[in-house]
Protein backbone atom coordinates (compact mmCIF):
# COMPACT_ATOMS: atom_id res chain seq x y z
CA UNK A 1 0.00 0.00 0.00
CA UNK A 2 1.14 3.36 -0.89
CA UNK A 3 1.70 5.51 1.89
CA UNK A 4 0.13 8.88 2.30
CA UNK A 5 1.93 12.46 2.63
CA UNK A 6 0.43 11.74 6.79
CA UNK A 7 1.68 8.42 6.73
CA UNK A 8 4.95 9.50 5.64
CA UNK A 9 5.51 12.49 7.90
CA UNK A 10 4.49 10.84 10.97
CA UNK A 11 6.88 7.65 10.14
CA UNK A 12 10.07 10.82 9.68
CA UNK A 13 8.87 12.41 13.09
CA UNK A 14 8.89 9.05 15.12
CA UNK A 15 12.33 8.04 14.08
CA UNK A 16 13.48 11.71 14.72
CA UNK A 17 12.07 11.42 17.96
CA UNK A 18 14.31 7.96 18.53
CA UNK A 19 17.42 9.02 17.96
CA UNK A 20 17.09 12.70 19.42
CA UNK A 21 15.94 11.17 22.91
CA UNK A 22 19.39 9.04 23.34
CA UNK A 23 21.20 12.12 23.72
CA UNK A 24 18.38 14.83 25.02
CA UNK A 25 19.08 14.90 28.56
CA UNK A 26 22.84 12.86 29.12
CA UNK A 27 24.57 13.79 31.72
CA UNK A 28 26.39 16.46 29.13
CA UNK A 29 23.08 18.93 28.58
CA UNK A 30 23.36 19.57 24.95
CA UNK A 31 20.78 22.39 24.58
CA UNK A 32 20.21 22.50 21.10
CA UNK A 33 19.15 18.51 21.32
CA UNK A 34 16.62 18.78 24.43
CA UNK A 35 14.93 21.76 22.24
CA UNK A 36 14.86 19.97 18.76
CA UNK A 37 13.57 16.52 20.68
CA UNK A 38 10.85 18.69 22.68
CA UNK A 39 9.78 20.34 19.41
CA UNK A 40 9.46 17.24 17.52
CA UNK A 41 7.26 15.88 20.20
CA UNK A 42 4.99 18.68 19.86
CA UNK A 43 5.05 18.05 16.34
CA UNK A 44 4.15 14.95 16.50
CA UNK A 45 1.19 16.06 19.14
CA UNK A 46 -0.22 18.96 16.13
CA UNK A 47 -0.11 16.12 13.89
CA UNK A 48 -1.58 13.10 15.12
CA UNK A 49 -4.28 15.42 17.98
CA UNK A 50 -3.71 12.88 20.37
CA UNK A 51 -4.26 13.97 23.75
CA UNK A 52 -1.97 11.78 25.41
CA UNK A 53 1.03 13.07 22.85
CA UNK A 54 0.25 16.62 23.79
CA UNK A 55 0.31 15.51 27.26
CA UNK A 56 4.03 13.60 26.71
CA UNK A 57 5.63 17.01 24.75
CA UNK A 58 4.07 19.28 28.02
CA UNK A 59 6.05 16.58 30.62
CA UNK A 60 9.18 17.08 28.25
CA UNK A 61 8.98 21.04 27.59
CA UNK A 62 8.22 21.27 31.55
CA UNK A 63 11.82 18.89 32.18
CA UNK A 64 13.73 20.40 29.65
CA UNK A 65 12.85 24.10 30.77
CA UNK A 66 13.67 23.13 34.37
CA UNK A 67 16.72 21.21 33.42
CA UNK A 68 17.97 24.35 30.37
CA UNK A 69 16.21 27.16 31.74
CA UNK A 70 14.04 29.34 30.29
CA UNK A 71 15.48 29.61 27.05
CA UNK A 72 13.51 31.57 24.39
CA UNK A 73 12.48 28.90 22.13
CA UNK A 74 11.19 26.22 25.16
CA UNK A 75 8.81 29.09 26.45
CA UNK A 76 7.49 30.14 23.41
CA UNK A 77 6.93 25.90 22.88
CA UNK A 78 5.16 26.30 26.47
CA UNK A 79 3.11 28.84 25.80
CA UNK A 80 1.44 28.05 22.52
CA UNK A 81 0.73 24.36 23.77
CA UNK A 82 -0.63 26.51 26.88
CA UNK A 83 -2.64 28.77 24.54
CA UNK A 84 -3.99 25.93 22.31
CA UNK A 85 -5.32 24.13 25.78
CA UNK A 86 -7.10 27.38 26.74
CA UNK A 87 -4.89 28.10 29.69
CA UNK A 88 -4.52 31.91 28.42
CA UNK A 89 -2.93 33.33 32.03
CA UNK A 90 -0.16 30.48 31.96
CA UNK A 91 0.63 31.26 28.33
CA UNK A 92 0.92 35.16 29.11
CA UNK A 93 3.16 33.89 32.27
CA UNK A 94 5.27 31.32 29.72
CA UNK A 95 6.15 34.34 27.37
CA UNK A 96 7.56 36.16 30.25
CA UNK A 97 9.65 34.07 31.50
CA UNK A 98 12.14 34.29 28.61
CA UNK A 99 13.95 37.72 28.69
CA UNK A 100 12.74 39.46 25.09
CA UNK A 101 10.46 37.21 24.25
CA UNK A 102 7.52 39.26 24.11
CA UNK A 103 9.28 41.49 21.68
CA UNK A 104 10.06 38.86 19.29
CA UNK A 105 7.87 37.92 15.85
CA UNK A 106 6.37 34.64 17.70
CA UNK A 107 6.18 36.16 20.63
CA UNK A 108 3.81 39.53 19.41
CA UNK A 109 1.52 36.70 17.11
CA UNK A 110 0.85 34.88 20.07
CA UNK A 111 0.15 38.08 22.23
CA UNK A 112 -2.44 39.16 19.39
CA UNK A 113 -3.95 35.74 19.53
CA UNK A 114 -4.23 35.50 22.88
CA UNK A 115 -6.19 39.55 22.88
CA UNK A 116 -8.33 37.85 20.37
CA UNK A 117 -9.51 34.82 22.71
CA UNK A 118 -9.64 37.47 25.63
CA UNK A 119 -12.11 39.48 23.56
CA UNK A 120 -9.65 42.20 22.70
CA UNK A 121 -10.61 41.98 19.00
CA UNK A 122 -8.77 45.90 18.16
CA UNK A 123 -5.76 44.72 19.51
CA UNK A 124 -5.60 41.48 17.70
CA UNK A 125 -6.31 43.11 14.42
CA UNK A 126 -3.80 46.40 15.34
CA UNK A 127 -1.27 43.94 16.14
CA UNK A 128 -1.50 41.27 13.01
CA UNK A 129 -1.41 44.21 10.54
CA UNK A 130 1.96 45.44 12.25
CA UNK A 131 3.27 41.89 12.09
CA UNK A 132 1.88 41.42 8.21
CA UNK A 133 3.84 44.99 7.33
CA UNK A 134 6.78 43.93 8.90
CA UNK A 135 6.59 40.42 7.28
CA UNK A 136 4.27 38.91 4.71
CA UNK A 137 4.41 35.68 6.67
CA UNK A 138 1.50 33.22 6.06
CA UNK A 139 0.73 32.55 9.07
CA UNK A 140 -0.12 35.90 9.90
CA UNK A 141 -2.07 36.28 6.83
CA UNK A 142 -4.23 33.61 7.46
CA UNK A 143 -4.60 34.69 11.21
CA UNK A 144 -6.20 38.35 10.36
CA UNK A 145 -7.82 36.07 7.01
CA UNK A 146 -9.84 34.39 10.36
CA UNK A 147 -10.50 37.64 12.01
CA UNK A 148 -12.23 39.17 9.14
CA UNK A 149 -14.01 36.36 8.50
CA UNK A 150 -15.84 36.42 11.89
CA UNK A 151 -16.28 40.39 11.25
CA UNK A 152 -18.37 39.34 8.25
CA UNK A 153 -15.27 40.23 5.90
CA UNK A 154 -15.74 37.63 3.69
CA UNK A 155 -13.83 39.02 0.52
CA UNK A 156 -10.96 40.07 2.59
CA UNK A 157 -10.71 37.04 4.34
CA UNK A 158 -10.76 35.06 1.13
CA UNK A 159 -8.49 37.68 -0.35
CA UNK A 160 -6.11 37.43 2.42
CA UNK A 161 -5.94 33.48 2.58
CA UNK A 162 -5.22 33.63 -1.07
CA UNK A 163 -2.15 35.68 -0.02
CA UNK A 164 -0.85 33.39 2.45
CA UNK A 165 -1.17 30.06 0.06
CA UNK A 166 1.06 32.79 -2.18
CA UNK A 167 3.63 32.60 0.81
CA UNK A 168 4.31 29.15 1.18
CA UNK A 169 6.45 26.90 -0.09
CA UNK A 170 6.72 23.52 -2.29
CA UNK A 171 7.91 21.90 1.28
CA UNK A 172 5.17 23.42 3.55
CA UNK A 173 2.04 21.42 1.68
CA UNK A 174 0.74 20.80 5.00
CA UNK A 175 0.17 24.17 5.57
CA UNK A 176 -1.02 24.95 2.39
CA UNK A 177 -3.42 21.91 2.81
CA UNK A 178 -4.60 23.65 6.26
CA UNK A 179 -5.58 27.33 4.61
CA UNK A 180 -7.21 25.00 1.94
CA UNK A 181 -9.36 23.92 4.83
CA UNK A 182 -9.80 27.22 6.45
CA UNK A 183 -11.12 28.34 3.13
CA UNK A 184 -13.60 25.07 2.66
CA UNK A 185 -15.00 25.93 6.01
CA UNK A 186 -15.38 29.60 5.30
CA UNK A 187 -17.65 27.97 2.39
CA UNK A 188 -19.00 25.62 4.13
CA UNK A 189 -20.37 27.94 7.03
CA UNK A 190 -22.10 30.61 4.63
CA UNK A 191 -24.02 27.47 2.40
CA UNK A 192 -21.33 27.33 -0.14
CA UNK A 193 -21.33 23.72 -0.71
CA UNK A 194 -19.71 22.76 -4.14
CA UNK A 195 -16.81 25.91 -3.00
CA UNK A 196 -15.84 23.63 0.15
CA UNK A 197 -15.75 20.72 -2.05
CA UNK A 198 -12.84 22.27 -3.93
CA UNK A 199 -11.13 23.70 -1.42
CA UNK A 200 -11.51 20.07 0.56
CA UNK A 201 -9.91 18.38 -2.55
CA UNK A 202 -6.97 20.77 -2.99
CA UNK A 203 -6.15 20.29 0.66
CA UNK A 204 -6.20 16.58 0.20
CA UNK A 205 -4.40 16.74 -2.83
CA UNK A 206 -1.29 18.86 -1.67
CA UNK A 207 -1.33 16.25 1.72
CA UNK A 208 -2.60 13.30 1.51
CA UNK A 209 -3.93 10.84 4.27
CA UNK A 210 -4.62 13.65 6.81
CA UNK A 211 -7.64 13.09 9.57
CA UNK A 212 -7.57 16.46 10.00
CA UNK A 213 -9.37 16.44 6.00
CA UNK A 214 -11.36 13.17 6.49
CA UNK A 215 -12.85 15.22 9.32
CA UNK A 216 -14.13 18.31 7.49
CA UNK A 217 -15.10 16.03 4.66
CA UNK A 218 -17.02 13.97 6.67
CA UNK A 219 -19.16 17.55 8.02
CA UNK A 220 -19.74 18.48 4.47
CA UNK A 221 -21.07 15.35 3.71
CA UNK A 222 -23.23 15.87 6.43
CA UNK A 223 -24.66 19.09 5.63
CA UNK A 224 -25.43 17.72 2.15
CA UNK A 225 -27.67 15.34 3.84
CA UNK A 226 -25.71 12.15 2.85
CA UNK A 227 -25.66 10.66 6.37
CA UNK A 228 -24.51 7.26 5.31
CA UNK A 229 -21.39 8.47 3.83
CA UNK A 230 -20.61 10.79 6.62
CA UNK A 231 -21.15 8.27 9.57
CA UNK A 232 -18.99 5.72 7.68
CA UNK A 233 -16.46 8.84 7.79
CA UNK A 234 -16.55 9.77 11.20
CA UNK A 235 -16.13 6.14 12.37
CA UNK A 236 -13.06 5.98 10.38
CA UNK A 237 -11.11 9.36 11.90
CA UNK A 238 -12.42 8.48 14.65
CA UNK A 239 -10.75 4.98 15.09
CA UNK A 240 -7.60 7.08 14.11
CA UNK A 241 -7.95 9.79 16.74
CA UNK A 242 -10.84 9.15 19.34
CA UNK A 243 -11.52 13.09 20.22
CA UNK A 244 -14.51 13.17 22.11
CA UNK A 245 -15.78 16.25 20.22
CA UNK A 246 -15.61 13.86 17.02
CA UNK A 247 -17.19 11.34 18.93
CA UNK A 248 -20.10 13.78 19.93
CA UNK A 249 -20.27 15.14 16.14
CA UNK A 250 -21.22 11.25 15.31
CA UNK A 251 -23.72 11.42 17.76
CA UNK A 252 -25.56 14.37 16.59
CA UNK A 253 -25.23 12.83 12.98
CA UNK A 254 -27.41 9.68 14.14
CA UNK A 255 -29.87 11.97 16.15
CA UNK A 256 -30.55 14.09 13.07
CA UNK A 257 -31.09 10.71 11.05
CA UNK A 258 -33.18 9.80 13.97
CA UNK A 259 -31.15 7.12 15.15
CA UNK A 260 -30.81 7.54 18.77
CA UNK A 261 -29.91 4.24 20.00
CA UNK A 262 -26.74 4.74 17.71
CA UNK A 263 -26.08 8.52 19.08
CA UNK A 264 -25.82 7.53 22.85
CA UNK A 265 -22.92 5.48 22.86
CA UNK A 266 -21.18 8.07 21.33
CA UNK A 267 -22.56 10.59 23.26
CA UNK A 268 -21.47 8.92 26.43
CA UNK A 269 -18.34 8.33 25.20
CA UNK A 270 -17.77 11.93 24.24
CA UNK A 271 -19.39 13.00 27.54
CA UNK A 272 -16.74 10.41 29.51
CA UNK A 273 -13.79 12.50 27.91
CA UNK A 274 -14.80 15.84 28.78
CA UNK A 275 -15.60 15.14 32.34
CA UNK A 276 -12.41 12.87 32.80
CA UNK A 277 -10.35 15.90 31.72
CA UNK A 278 -12.39 18.77 33.00
CA UNK A 279 -11.91 16.28 36.66
CA UNK A 280 -7.97 16.36 36.23
CA UNK A 281 -7.88 20.23 35.88
CA UNK A 282 -7.68 20.81 32.15
CA UNK A 283 -9.87 23.66 30.97
CA UNK A 284 -10.38 23.09 27.05
CA UNK A 285 -13.61 21.10 27.02
CA UNK A 286 -15.02 23.81 29.03
CA UNK A 287 -16.95 25.18 25.69
CA UNK A 288 -17.94 21.52 25.03
CA UNK A 289 -19.57 20.74 27.95
CA UNK A 290 -21.21 24.11 28.17
CA UNK A 291 -22.33 22.76 24.45
CA UNK A 292 -23.06 19.23 24.98
CA UNK A 293 -25.52 20.11 28.13
CA UNK A 294 -27.51 22.63 26.16
CA UNK A 295 -27.90 20.85 23.16
CA UNK A 296 -27.75 17.41 23.35
CA UNK A 297 -28.80 17.01 27.15
CA UNK A 298 -30.88 19.96 27.36
CA UNK A 299 -30.02 20.39 31.48
CA UNK A 300 -29.72 24.42 31.67
CA UNK A 301 -27.89 23.82 34.84
CA UNK A 302 -25.33 21.86 33.50
CA UNK A 303 -24.80 23.80 30.82
CA UNK A 304 -24.80 27.24 33.29
CA UNK A 305 -22.04 25.75 35.28
CA UNK A 306 -19.51 25.04 32.58
CA UNK A 307 -20.40 27.56 30.16
CA UNK A 308 -19.84 30.00 33.09
CA UNK A 309 -16.28 28.52 33.73
CA UNK A 310 -15.01 29.09 30.22
CA UNK A 311 -16.30 32.69 30.15
CA UNK A 312 -14.18 33.22 33.47
CA UNK A 313 -11.17 32.09 31.31
CA UNK A 314 -12.05 33.69 27.88
CA UNK A 315 -14.57 36.46 27.47
CA UNK A 316 -15.20 36.35 24.00
CA UNK A 317 -18.33 36.60 21.38
CA UNK A 318 -18.12 32.95 21.50
CA UNK A 319 -18.23 32.01 25.49
CA UNK A 320 -20.66 35.14 25.73
CA UNK A 321 -22.71 33.23 23.69
CA UNK A 322 -22.56 30.00 25.08
CA UNK A 323 -23.69 31.54 28.81
CA UNK A 324 -26.24 33.65 27.20
CA UNK A 325 -27.91 30.33 25.63
CA UNK A 326 -27.71 28.64 28.56
CA UNK A 327 -29.35 31.65 30.72
CA UNK A 328 -31.65 31.00 27.88
CA UNK A 329 -32.77 27.42 28.46
CA UNK A 330 -32.60 28.43 32.16
CA UNK A 331 -35.89 30.84 31.06
CA UNK A 332 -33.41 33.83 32.08
CA UNK A 333 -34.25 35.36 29.15
CA UNK A 334 -33.48 39.25 30.52
CA UNK A 335 -30.01 38.02 32.06
CA UNK A 336 -29.79 36.26 28.43
CA UNK A 337 -30.59 39.41 26.00
CA UNK A 338 -28.05 41.33 28.14
CA UNK A 339 -25.02 38.87 27.85
CA UNK A 340 -25.80 37.80 23.86
CA UNK A 341 -26.15 41.75 23.83
CA UNK A 342 -22.35 41.59 24.68
CA UNK A 343 -21.59 39.32 22.29
CA UNK A 344 -23.47 40.88 19.80
CA UNK A 345 -21.17 44.03 20.17
CA UNK A 346 -18.10 42.28 19.24
CA UNK A 347 -19.23 43.22 15.67
CA UNK A 348 -18.80 39.28 14.85
CA UNK A 349 -21.38 38.07 11.97
CA UNK A 350 -22.20 34.57 11.99
CA UNK A 351 -25.17 32.46 11.63
CA UNK A 352 -24.78 30.15 14.43
CA UNK A 353 -24.79 33.38 16.84
CA UNK A 354 -27.67 35.20 14.98
CA UNK A 355 -30.15 32.45 15.59
CA UNK A 356 -29.41 32.53 19.31
CA UNK A 357 -29.63 36.04 19.03
CA UNK A 358 -32.80 35.75 17.46
CA UNK A 359 -34.25 32.97 19.38
CA UNK A 360 -33.36 35.14 22.89
CA UNK A 361 -34.83 37.97 21.78
CA UNK A 362 -38.37 36.47 21.12
CA UNK A 363 -37.81 34.81 24.17
CA UNK A 364 -37.46 38.32 25.76
CA UNK A 365 -41.00 39.69 24.36
CA UNK A 366 -39.08 41.49 21.22
CA UNK A 367 -40.05 39.95 18.95
CA UNK A 368 -39.11 42.49 16.04
CA UNK A 369 -35.50 42.70 16.93
CA UNK A 370 -35.73 38.25 16.93
CA UNK A 371 -36.98 37.80 13.63
CA UNK A 372 -34.22 40.11 12.18
CA UNK A 373 -31.49 38.20 13.58
CA UNK A 374 -33.06 35.18 12.39
CA UNK A 375 -33.06 36.83 9.14
CA UNK A 376 -29.90 38.01 9.25
CA UNK A 377 -28.63 33.97 10.22
CA UNK A 378 -30.60 32.71 6.92
CA UNK A 379 -28.94 35.65 4.80
CA UNK A 380 -25.15 34.57 5.72
CA UNK A 381 -26.00 30.81 5.43
CA UNK A 382 -29.55 29.52 3.98
CA UNK A 383 -28.48 26.28 5.18
CA UNK A 384 -27.38 27.21 8.76
CA UNK A 385 -29.94 24.31 9.72
CA UNK A 386 -28.61 21.15 8.24
CA UNK A 387 -25.87 19.15 10.11
CA UNK A 388 -22.64 21.09 11.46
CA UNK A 389 -19.94 20.73 13.94
CA UNK A 390 -19.06 23.48 16.67
CA UNK A 391 -15.33 24.12 15.56
Request: charged share 30%.
Amino acid sequence: MRLTDYDRELAQINREISELQRNAYSTRIDAETTTKFVYRLYHRASLSGKFADFEEAEAEIDKAISRIGPAQDLCLLKANLDFKFHRLAQSKRDLSLAPGLVQTFHGRALQADIAFQEGRYDDARGEYELLINEERSWDNLARLAYLRSKMGDLGGAEQLYVEAEDEITAKEMKSFAWVELQRGLLDLTHGHFDQAWDHYSRADRAYSGHWLIDEHVAELLGAQHRFEEAAVLYEKVIERTPKPELQQALGDLYALMGRQERAEPWYEKALEVYLESAGRGYVHYYHHLADFYADVRGDAGEALKWAHKDLELRNNFSTQAAFAWALYLDHQFQEALEVIGRALSSGVKEAGLFVQAGMIYKAAGRSNEGDGYLRLAAELNPQFHSFHVHH
